[in-house]
């Protein structure tokens, strides 16, 4: 937390007073890094233990079709976001200035492929629903791509809209002013967090179609699922 007493506020750097005092003297830094980690496969779950688990993929087909799951693709998306602020007391004068130096938002993705045992075991249906859910993988990696990007902008345009700068300030006002200023920057982080989910659902909703599930059992005509694997 940046905070100005009268015990620290000799540390500041001093700005001249006159002109426009509360320029900065370096512009803010904003940085978006996201990194994907490489796709790890788990083979060890049965297609029975595969039914029971809890699927966020809204199933394409007609209430009065069955469907059986054989592999699913999951990733959480992890999301660190830090702000930094600088200031400086106007020379002679109970006021300062604050400004942002850097603001940094870090992600990463960690993919996991499940496929069911019975599957994985059969070479067709192995190649088959690994290039499924690879599909599901690479949109993630699509995802945070266009997230990197729209991120970036939108932290830019939204605080420049409301300055980059603050001040001058009383000094007694500057721990105050400095929280708003870091809060606001991480709800719009936040804010843009919640749309990237609704828009990675929707992405995500493009792979799994009906004509993508025919499409994979298609491939692997001799693969049958038979009642004791479910049981």
């Known amino acids: 937390m940046f905070g100005i007493d009268p015990l620290t506020t000799g540390a500041l ?9 509360c320029d ?8 978006v890094v996201p990194v994907t980690q490489d796709v790890n496969f788990v083979t060890d779950m049965t297609l029975a233990e595969m039914q029971k688990q809890d699927m966020d993929t809204i199933n394409p087909h007609s209430f009065n079709g069955v469907s059986v799951t ?8 992890r999301i660190k976001a830090s702000v930094s602020l600088d200031g400086a007391q106007v020379r002679g004068k109970p006021y300062a200035c604050l400004w942002y130096k850097e603001i940094n938002v870090g992600f990463e993705i960690n993919p996991n492929i499940y496929i069911a045992k019975e599957v994985y075991r059969d070479l067709c249906m192995r190649r088959a629903v690994s290039e499924h859910e690879m599909k599901h993988v690479n949109t993630d990696r699509r995802v945070i791509n266009k997230f990197a990007q729209h991120i970036g902008r939108t932290l830019y345009s939204e605080l420049k809209a409301r300055g980059f700068v603050a001040g001058p300030i009383p000094i007694e006002d500057v721990e105050n002013v400095s929280d708003r200023m870091k809060k606001t920057a991480l709800q719009l982080i936040e804010r843009e967090q919640k749309r990237l989910e609704i828009d990675r ?7 799994d179609t009906k004509e993508e599930y025919e499409r994979v059992a298609a491939e692997c005509p001799r693969f049958k699922i038979t009642p004791d694997m479910l049981e």
């Open 201 to 207: 659902m929707d992405m995500q909703a493009l792979v």
């Open 13 to 21: 750097m001093v700005l001249a007073a006159g002109g426009n005092v």
């Open 70 to 77: 054989q592999g699913f693709a999951m990733g959480e998306i």
């Open 24 to 31: 900065m003297a370096k512009a803010t830094e904003i940085k």
